[in-house]
């Protein structure tokens, strides 16, 4: 990751990141929370913010923020409330957003993240509050403003971070991080580009050994992690040219622009911050009782550090193995079981495992867009080709094309192996014959391989796993033509 | 005292456009709600009371998240000033132009 401690001077970030909780109602009403759904068809009094209708909370999205609140280590206000944000935008039909203000529900956190030299480093989080989202207001469909309120009323959280990230790539990880966490406590789906993850940031640099932190400007618009990094390199060295010019930076909202890489400010900046904020009188305070609390921090899931950790740990595998397992709780799920479902278990075969899964399931689910839950080869399947894989019954080139097979076929692998005559051929009179051919059929090999070119021998052990149909063992091939050639094993390697 | 300025920037923020005698008028009323409500500042001890959050005693008052019937679409756009089959409709908004904090532009 580039460092961005131009010169003399360092940067200073906090980020405010709105995650859609994954609900099945809307925060004050019950309209469904569906995406995609036909415009303006889950909406109702409440959300449209028709006079006299009102807001009633949905515990689940207690429930929920809880879940985050605890996942981050913060504390939970045991008596919290909601406030009116009031600004006026069309597609805010009440002129207010019922937010959380000085009480939020969460605060007092924090977040660890790995940074690329393998040490952690914690984040803080100011505070976790409830809130509900706006609706979508589309601007090139008419010569009007289109409006759909099916999102207004959709339960948000406000993540606060503390302005302790100090690059765009310590950002970006934070943001997995949280994306992370969001994603195994099942309470988003992390989708920025559906908007139900969404991050601003606040922005400002000061001379480094300075404990004083600079004037910031707020970065809105940053709806992907390339975004995110693009968008403070950018605003970060702004900021820098300015100062280093004597000028002063001006605190104001700025909007990334993706197609022309910068910020530019918004405009009527001067309203942006006046929300006349006061306390919501439609919905009664919020009580969190310690057995509420502790019955949520008893049912939180293994979170994705730990997990990791624990990976390396118990299975051995690397940390960069562990990274790409936990990036989700299904995939890392996925290889427990594999792992579970192996007679003879060995560290081995656990790292077999885990690269199965690193190349070609993950190239799988990529390519046909699907997730590990509709993967066709169930872990108990995979731990099986594993298994022959590493009793050597069946060859690595083999393995991949019963691989191949297994994504159509329910049958076991061991059952395919036995119908296909696919098992390795490790019969060294058989292979003797097989080598015997690559040799004669490449006369000129031998003297190359004694000149020095050892290179050929892999191309003479290609030739005898291609007469075998890849049944051939490819080690057994390997020591029979080093034999044949006059070389010890050692002296080849 | 409620200045002129004042009134000026809530009667901006409520994107309301008075008249000077209007702002004038207002402005009076402002300051005699203001003077009114200033009697809690004749309460000794004011910062050591707890704010009054609601006016009702209970908590706590939750909905299932259970979704119900929404309206349709038809009945939910009919008293708009301006719409089509499904959508309202409102004057162009520039896009960007001011987005507030939890909209994103979106």
């Known amino acids: 990751m580039q460092s961005v401690h131009t010169g003399d001077y360092e940067a200073v970030i906090g980020l405010e990141v709105h995650a859609q909780l994954l609900t099945a109602t809307k925060a004050f009403c019950r309209c469904s929370t569906q995406y995609g759904a036909a415009p303006n068809t889950n909406v109702c009094p409440v959300c449209l913010g028709h006079p006299g209708a009102l807001p009633v909370l949905n515990r689940q999205v207690v429930e929920f923020t809880l879940r985050m609140g605890l996942a981050t280590g913060c504390t939970i206000r045991p008596r919290?409330?909601?406030?009116?944000?009031?600004?006026f935008y069309p597609d805010l039909p009440k002129g207010y957003q019922i937010s959380q203000y000085e009480d939020p529900i969460c605060y007092g956190g924090f977040v660890e993240i790995e940074l690329e030299d393998g040490t952690t480093k914690r984040i803080g989080i100011t505070r976790i509050h409830m809130e509900e989202d706006a609706g979508k207001s589309i601007h090139d469909h008419d010569v009007d403003t289109l409006i759909d309120l099916n999102r207004c009323g959709v339960p948000l959280i406000e993540i606060v971070s503390e302005p302790?990230?100090?690059?765009?790539?310590?950002?970006?990880?934070?943001?997995?991080?949280?994306?992370?966490?969001?994603?195994?406590?099942?309470i988003c789906d992390g989708n920025m580009e559906e908007g139900s993850l969404r991050c601003d940031a606040n922005v400002s640099v000061r001379r480094r050994g300075s404990d004083r932190f600079g004037t910031k400007t707020e970065v809105k618009n940053l709806n992907s992690f390339r975004n995110v990094e693009r968008a403070l390199a950018y605003e970060i060295e702004r900021q820098i040219?300015?100062?280093?010019?004597?000028?002063?930076?001006?605190?104001?909202t700025r909007m990334w622009d993706a197609s022309s890489g910068s910020t530019r400010p918004m405009r009527s900046k001067e309203f942006a911050h006046d929300y006349r904020y006061f306390p919501e009188p439609d919905l009664v305070p919020v009580e969190v009782s310690a057995e509420w609390i502790e019955r949520v921090r008893a049912e939180l899931p293994e979170l994705p550090l730990a997990r990791k950790r624990r990976l390396q740990e118990q299975y051995g595998i690397p940390a960069y193995d562990a990274g790409i397992l936990i990036a989700e709780r299904s995939l890392a799920d996925y290889f427990e079981r594999a792992c579970g479902a192996l007679r003879e278990p060995s560290p081995e075969r656990y790292k077999l495992i885990s690269n199965w899964i690193m190349t070609e399931v993950l190239r799988i689910l990529g390519e046909r867009k699907i997730d590990i839950g509709s993967f066709p080869i169930e872990p108990e399947r995979l731990a099986e080709l594993v298994e022959l894989q590493a009793q050597r019954t069946i060859s690595s080139r083999i393995a991949k094309e019963l691989f191949a097979e297994l994504l159509s076929s329910p049958a076991r692998p061991s059952e395919l192996v036995a119908e296909r005559?696919?098992?390795?051929?490790?019969?060294?009179?058989?292979?003797?014959?097989?080598?015997?051919?690559?040799l004669s059929e490449?006369?000129?090999t031998i003297e190359k391989y004694r000149a020095g070119k050892v290179a050929v021998l892999g191309f003479l052990v290609g030739q005898v796993m291609k007469y075998s149909q890849g049944k051939a063992n490819p080690e057994l091939v390997r020591t029979l033509l080093l034999e044949r050639l006059g070389h010890s094993d050692a002296l080849a390697r | 005292m409620i200045t002129l300025e004042e009134l000026r920037r809530i009667a901006a923020l409520a994107k309301l456009s008075l008249s000077d005698e209007e702002i004038e008028h207002f402005r009076a009323e402002f300051e005699r709600i203001v003077e009114y409500v200033s009697a809690l500042d004749r309460i000794r001890a004011?910062?050591?009371?707890?704010?009054?959050?609601?006016?009702?005693?209970?908590?706590?008052?939750?909905?299932?998240?259970?979704?119900?019937?929404?309206?349709?679409?038809?009945?939910?756009?009919?008293?708009?000033p301006r719409h089509n089959e499904s959508f309202f409709k409102?004057?162009?908004?520039?896009?960007?132009?001011?987005?507030?904090?939890?909209?994103?532009?979106?």
């Open chain 1, 80 to 87: 919290s409330r909601f406030a009116r944000k009031n600004y």
């Open chain 1, 164 to 186: 302790d990230i100090r690059s765009p790539g310590e950002a970006v990880l934070y943001l997995q991080a949280i994306r992370q966490l969001l994603m195994y406590l099942g």
């Open chain 1, 241 to 252: 040219a300015v100062l280093a010019q004597g000028g002063t930076i001006e605190q104001e």
């Open chain 1, 421 to 438: 005559g696919m098992v390795q051929v490790s019969d060294a009179g058989y292979l003797e014959q097989l080598v015997e051919r690559a």
């Open chain 1, 442 to 444: 490449n006369p000129d």
């Open chain 2, 46 to 80: 004011l910062d050591e009371l707890e704010p009054l959050d609601s006016v009702v005693s209970h908590t706590n008052a939750f909905a299932d998240d259970v979704p119900h019937q929404s309206l349709p679409t038809a009945e939910a756009l009919a008293n708009a």
């Open chain 2, 90 to 106: 409102v004057p162009k908004v520039i896009a960007s132009e001011w987005t507030p904090d939890q909209n994103n532009g979106q």
